[in-house]
């Protein structure tokens, strides 16, 4: 694969992905093939394996390795690779870094899939975990123990909205020996690139943000080559891997991701003005918005991209809440985000009903709670949509 020209822009780097010296198509062919022929030539090599064998399952496929270069390329890491969904690319990052009998800390601002992966399927595994907040670093040492291998935290926290005190995670994971690990999908490398933080892995669902259609289910993890060397041998034996369909459709979307970013954190902070001057609505969470407990925190790592997610809370608790899905006409009520359509869910009610109603009250994930996901849409009529449905 060959690399992209570092001295180009990023906007530019979208466009004109790393790709194969042999394709000159200004867009990536489909490779369905999965028989791959071993010529004579490559039937010898130093370690006496074959030196070009391919498997699908590998996730060596012509259409697997350009997009996970490419993104790679985006976030300047050595690596990447793609994988069959968010929550795969997950695993495989955290896994292929903790084994039996060791512990993670892991950030209270979590989504719920990783929420469940890591109280219900890692204690089965024999791996500990304590959930820290990523807002107190002077909290963090208590936690730490002598068997503690990574920590784990969001750019921006699903469904708060959150932005953890991102340095300070680099730092303390230097300063520990622990492997830095982050979800990257709120901010996208748009807004953020974690490598150039300090932090040894990134991930992303690639769903969301990258593909940005709605049409694909995709992961995607990022590092350093040492590191992503673990990542991929895990991939290998679990099997987590993107067909080449979607790989070719997530590429494809990547090609608009800064246009769609730019409009989505403009309508978002327009939308949450609003509905933080709406006497319907107790609390916004934007990062864009002066009230934002780490609003200048996020300036300053986002440079002004707060990302197309909020929160609000609508009065009335749940009921209130309800009434405003039901009533809702263009934005749509669904699961998932980061698509050109604008949606919007109850995290109790969807992606965070895995947790106890106790722990979502201790995390601030109250009843009345709504997440959204702002699209690009003309945002006077996302505005007013909600504006109806709230009245």
Known sequence: MSQSDSRLSLETRLIHAPGSESLPAAVPAIHRATVWRVGPENLESVDGEYEDLRYPRYNDGPNPLEVGAHIADLENAEKGMVTSSGMAAITAALLSNLDQGDHLLVSKDLYGGTFKLVTKRFPKLGIEHDFIDPNAPETWTSALRDNTRVIYVETLGNPLVTMPDLEAVASFAEQHGLVAVIDNTFATPIAFRPLEHGFHLAIHS??????????????????????????????????????????????????????????????????????????????????????????????????????????????????????????????????????????????????????????????????????????????????????????
């Open 206 to 391: 690639a769903t969301k943000y990258l593909n940005g259609h709605s049409d694909v289910l995709a992961g995607a993890v990022v590092g350093g080559a040492e590191a992503m060397e673990r990542v991929d041998a895990h991939m290998c034996i679990f099997g987590g891997t993107l067909d080449v369909q979607s790989a070719y459709l997530l590429q494809r979307g990547m090609r608009t991701l800064n246009l769609r970013f730019r409009q989505q954190c403009a309508n978002a902070l327009a939308l949450a003005e609003f509905l933080e001057s709406h006497p319907k609505v107790e609390r916004v969470s934007y990062p864009g918005l002066p009230s934002h407990p780490q609003h200048e925190r996020a300036n300053e790592l986002l440079g002004g991209l707060f990302g197309g997610m909020l929160s609000f809370e609508a009065a009335g608790g749940w009921q209130g809440a309800r009434r405003v899905l039901q009533r809702v006409r263009l934005v749509c009520h669904a699961a998932s985000l980061g698509g050109v359509e604008t949606l919007v869910v109850s995290p109790p009610k969807s992606s965070h009903a895995a947790l106890p109603a106790d722990v979502r009250r201790q995390y601030g994930i109250a009843d009345g709670l709504l997440r959204v996901s702002v699209g690009i849409e003309n945002v006077d009529d996302v505005i007013d949509d909600f504006r109806q449905a709230l009245d």
